[in-house]
């Protein structure tokens, strides 16, 4: 749900004969019965958690992610803006961050995070990728943060016991980079960041972790699995 797709997720997915219902809100599609599902994944997308007059399926979104963590339990995983408005949605805050983060970091389990089983045979040395201007700066109360980077707090975060969400994006594939190109105001938008050189450089640094980026999210997916689904 939100605007981006579940990009190598899809395969792992499939792998395991789960399928996705995919659901554009940013294109006008609707928020389905909740019930009928045995999980939500929220991704990202270009917009902000409070331009809620720009995007007004913002507030539905909140909406829906509060009814499928607080009161149906569902299985959660929220990827960059939905870690964003899983954060808001119950309660807590995201907000422009000091030091945004757009290319490739470290990110490094939080003591809490040690030994999680969301994190097993999660390697603090992986580079993960990122694109973000914004950030969880206030947790829902009862969250556990379970990993950061040296630019943000938050990058891993759990909120209930099958709910959690994730800064980075561990669903890059061979085709979001392109993706992202497409989506109008972001190639600006990262070349006034970077510059001209600085966005192909970061181009070919997810080219280059893409077999890498495969084996840490598959990790990662496995172990949510296996949390939500025991």
Known sequence: MTS???GIFRDFAESQNISFHEVDLHAGEKIPE????????????????????????LIDEKVAIRQA???LKMPFLGICLGHQLLAEALGGKAEKANNHEVGLFEITPTIEGQNHPLLNGFDSSEKWINVHLVEVTEA????????SSNQCMNHIMQVSENAYSCQFHPEVCSHTFEGWMCI???????????????LSDF???????????????HTLF????????H
């Open 184 to 198: 109008p105001g972001i190639p600006e938008a990262l070349e006034d960041l970077l510059g001209v050189k600085g």
């Open 34 to 57: 909740l019930r009928d599902y045995d999980a939500l994944w929220v991704m990202g997308g270009s917009m902000n958690v409070w331009e809620e007059d720009k995007y007004p399926w």
């Open 69 to 71: 963590v607080k009161d």
């Open 222 to 229: 496995k172990n949510w699995c296996g949390i939500v689904f």
């Open 203 to 217: 181009e070919s640094e997810v080219e280059k972790n893409l077999k890498s980026n495969r084996e840490a999210s």
């Open 140 to 147: 829902p109360q009862g969250s556990r943060i379970l990993a």
């Open 4 to 6: 981006q797709n579940p």
